[in-house]
């Protein structure tokens, strides 16, 4: 367990590190001059050595990856935007709460209906309602978001006009922009729902507490979906961090002002240095997720079957 | 992206999705499937035969979608009623007619058009990215199950820490820099694509290598390079081709995604992603833009999900037993 | 523990049901809008809301309305008083300016000639973008509290029209704070930014014109043209100007709350050519460029009509338009210079060379753009489109780092825009700090010669026939391709009474509108 614990933990640290060198190094990767590449090839000389200087490019590898990450950590890194550089850290702190409040509604939104799906059926297992339900889930993860997006705000911004469109303010703006991020997650929870339930319905203790004359609903309830959601739940925190990932599309379909129209702004801007801190927090947090839940999990899963049976 | 590509390599096909399993061992949750523990339950035979017909209409269903979008990459060019650069101003963004029976985009480009070049792209990016991702994932992944110690244990430490890295960013990244191109969109994909399939591939070989024929095939001197190919990569192509069945959607919703963000191809190249795109700017004026884009992703994926359920049930002795 | 467990599972189930069906169910409460405010969308937030650090055409169209200056633009492009009550030209190179009676700012100070000569010193003191604008000011004298004049180091006739400046209060300008409070004379004073899009203004009851009659002026910045339009088919914005694509137009139009009104345009759109290019520098290939863009097609189609193509920078109508050089489409002709300009096909119907085509990453920019580079490559040149993000695109073509871009000039009024984008002085370089608009590096010393000259003339025929020539040449140079003149399109809510748009896309008619509540709207609440 503990060596378990201590591999995720170092290959955390290595990712993060992973990914600070390549959102550093990248650059020099690839072939020609990058300035080239972004400025174009009528850009003076002046506006080539700013650029250089913005990004890193004039020092030597090792010394631009620590200049990056003592920026990064001091709070100094400004946009590679010249003149008017400005600090990125007070966007990142702007922008992250409204993608990680998007992604939580959509999480909890995403296992709220999962839920209560799977268990439906799994519990009518083989009926239509449980075709249905698959195929639905089935669906439900082949659709694009950038299809479905769109398709929401017609239906419910342009037709019936019951919420706003894009972006907006308060808690009506949040409903589609979560409904669109949460549908693949949901699907993909209710089906892990179905199967973690007919998994543990096979189980010794649920026959044990059948055979003792409890409720079908007590045993159900209490017994098998106590027991069937721990491997729920963890992978939904697992796809969490994929979750703010997929929010950059969400984000750019409702004009979400969060992370991801933060990131593809500044890469439209071509500002570099917000492009490489963006990817860098977001893969910080994407990490953190998966190494509390995988923790959390680690910890959880070998003793809960257990009790659950003896009760 | 949807079900950001890595919930669904990671969760519902590939190995890793739960923590737990360090050894590779495929833990596909069996949906829509098979108890696991045929005591628990009786199915009568009716029932079953029942099931499994349900579950080869679904992956025959599979196979015709796929088939059919495969036909119309293919045949495009012939398909086509317009050329995907021919543009008409006098008719933008006009809804379905007999003249343009999906109607016409931006610009007033034929949407059948750009749909059949769009799965062109879609199609040749998912491939070609698959194809990378399993040919250098399989290789790693059966050079660490086969040579094991040192060489293994440095090879899962790079997969784990490249699981541990959200794809769909770093394919961002790197598209962001490069700027968008088709090949771009392949590497960019590839560079995360390939951990899935070896770990898969470590997992198998791991478990092949001691058998008995390996042991002799070893005995009469066959060098490892032989084994490897002759003797275990037959015997774990199986699971390989359920993995990347289920890795080609996954790719394609990913490539739909850069390309709405405009990371994908270049402007102006037809592509699910861009129409979704002007689809979701056009929406007040032209709803259909989104439509029939969206119904082609929808259709393709779950085209190759079905597909992947009846390939999985058919090659898993394990799954079959039980349904 | 074992008794609370299920509920909440049970509970959580509910959650999920209830949370769908109760979404769109307490959803149907109308916007929150009082009733004498006006919403009006911009597309970007202003960069900066003191008036001598606008630099774009937003950030002057609000700071205008909070801080005018001694004289505005009218809507024949005419410069009439504002805050001055009239102007003369006393000599050749002095103006001499009066201030209303009883102006005052928003704080009650008056406003005297010290803040008129504090505003144009400081525009150079505190580093303003615009102030080489300002350069052929030599003094600036008080000559009494109301009167003030301006002395110019040799006759330059263009200065005029920079003098819309904001007259800024001199025991403020300087403080830090002024930026984000800033007081002005105008018909609105700032109320607050609560924040960075949004910016509320109230009606300056001491305004020289009478107090505006409505209470609440709010800008709301909406990036997205599809929600721009929404908000006003829902009713929830009153006014947006010159910021919706024509193809959305007649979707507006069928709305019968909202109106459309267009006013000819003269915004001049343009294909500029960097002539430091190797390629481009050839004057052939720049012809074969012009004849093979349609712009009829496109401004009938594209623009819907809503814009006419041109022949030059100054719109027909213009007291120095002439007409000049019109360049058909037709790509046989094209081809064929490429040809003789030594640039044949490579192989059969192949490429003859490659450039890039910069754009911004607007929607209808860049489908326009599309359109011109699928033209470009029906004649075998090879196009990559780049767009960038608006500020990012503007900076590159500002400096030089483009090969061919299309781009736009705000209405054009003052013809000596055209020493600005086509002198060899103008040549923006590190030398002279970035600053001039001759961004294709354009050096033809007639062109140099002839627009001096009409800058110092001060007889308008004068000037006129001088523009004539220099407009003459640049159509057979081709520095640009003009593409054609945009109108200006306003879209006005029911609510908003008496509004009549400016063919400029000023916001200045605000002042004079009204607000009655939308019929209807109380029923709603």
Known sequence: MKAFLARRFLAAIVSIIGVTLVVTLFLRAIPGDAVDVMLGEQAGEVDREALREAIGLHLPPHMQVWTFIRDIATGELRTSLPPFRARVLPLIGEKLPKTMLLAVVAMLLAIAMAIPLGVLSARKQGTATDHGAMIFSLVGVSVPQAWLGPVLILVFAIHLGWLPALGGEGARAIVLPAITLSLGMMAMLSRMTRSSVLDVNREDFVTTARAKGLAERTVIWRHVVRNALVPVITIAGLQFGALLAGAIVTEKIFNWPGMGTLLIESIQRRDYNTVRACVLVFTVLYVLVNLVTDIAYGIVDPRIRVRGGKR | MKAPFDIILRAMVLPGARPTDDEGHQVIPDFASSPKHPRSRRISRQERIRRTLRRYLLAWIGLGLVTLVTLAAVFAPWLSPYTPDAMNLANELAGPSRAHLFGTGDNGVDVLTHVLYGARISLLVAMLTTLVSVVVGVSLGALAGYAGGMVDGLLMRLVDVVLAFPGILLAIFITAVLGPAVEHLILALALTGWVGYARLARGQVMALRDREYVQAARALGATPLRVVVRHLLPNIAGPILVSATFGLPAVILAEVALSFLGLGVPPGTPSWGALLESGSQYLLVAPHLAAFPGLAVIITVLGFNFLGDGIRDRLDPRGRRAG | ?525
């Open chain 3, 1 to 525: 523990m074992r008794h609370i467990r299920p509920n909440i599972f049970r509970r959580f189930a509910l959650f999920g049901v209830v949370s769908l069906l109760a979404a769109p169910g307490c959803s149907c409460e109308r916007s929150e809008r009082k009733a004498g405010e006006v919403v009006v969308l911009i597309d970007s937030a202003p960069e900066s809301l003191d008036r001598r650090f606008a630099l774009s055409a937003v950030a002057q169209r609000v700071t205008t309305l909070i801080t005018p200056g001694l004289v505005r633009i009218d809507d024949d492009g005419s410069l009439v008083p504002d805050l001055a009550e009239s102007f003369e030209r006393v000599d050749e190179t002095r103006y001499r300016f009066v201030l209303r009676e009883g102006l005052t700012f928003h704080d009650g100070t008056p406003v005297t000639s010290r803040d008129v000569v504090y505003t144009y010193k400081s525009l150079k003191l505190r580093g303003s973008p615009l102030s080489p604008r300002y350069d052929p000011i030599a003094k600036i004298e008080p000559v009494g509290e109301r009167t003030v004049d301006l002395v110019l180091a040799e006759p330059f006739a263009p200065l005029l029209i920079d003098l819309t400046m904001g007259i800024v209060p001199r025991h403020l300008g300087d403080k830090e704070e002024y930026e984000d409070r800033p007081i002005g004379a105008g018909p609105f004073k700032f109320a607050s930014r609560p924040s960075e899009e949004r910016i509320v203004l109230e009606p300056f009851d001491g305004w020289y014109g009478g107090k505006p009659d409505v209470d609440r002026l709010v800008f709301a910045v909406v990036r997205d043209e599809t929600t721009r339009v929404l908000s006003l088919l829902h009713g929830d914005a009153d006014l947006a100007t010159g910021s919706i694509s024509p193809i959305l137009i007649p979707r507006i139009e069928e709305a019968e709350h909202l109106t459309v009104q267009r006013r000819p345009g003269s915004g001049y759109a343009y294909m500029a050519f960097n002539l430091r290019h190797p390629i481009l520098s050839n004057v052939e290939v720049r012809r074969a460029l012009a004849h093979a863009i349609d712009r009829e097609t496109i401004a009938r189609y594209k623009f819907r009509g809503a814009a006419r193509p041109a022949t030059g920078m100054l719109p027909e109508g213009h007291w120095a338009h002439s007409p000049a050089r019109r360049w058909h489409y037709d790509p046989a002709v094209s081809e064929k210079l490429l040809d003789e300009a030594g640039f044949p096909r490579k192989g059969d119907g192949g490429e003859r060379f490659r450039i890039t085509y910069s754009t911004s990453t607007d929607r209808f920019r860049k489908s326009v753009a599309l359109v011109v580079a699928s033209q470009l490559e029906a004649v075998g040149i090879g196009v990559n489109l780049r767009a960038y993000e608006w500020g990012t695109f503007y900076g590159d073509v500002r400096r030089g780092r483009f090969d061919v871009t299309t781009l736009m000039w705000t209405p054009v009024v003052e013809p000596h825009l055209l020493h600005w984008v086509f002198h060899s002085d103008s040549i923006p370089s590190e030398e002279n700090d970035w600053v001039g608009g001759n961004r294709g590096a354009f050096r033809n010393s007639k062109v140099d010669r002839l627009l001096d000259e009409a800058a110092e003339n001060l007889c308008p025929d004068q000037r006129a026939g001088r523009y004539a020539r220099v407009q003459e040449i640049l159509a057979e140079e081709l520095p640009y391709v003009s593409m054609w003149h945009e109108e200006t399109v306003a879209v006005v809510g029911e609510r908003l009474e008496g509004f009549s748009a400016s063919p400029f896309g000023f916001l200045d008619p605000l002042a004079h509108a009204s607000v009655r509540p939308a019929p209807g709207s109380e029923a709603d609440e």
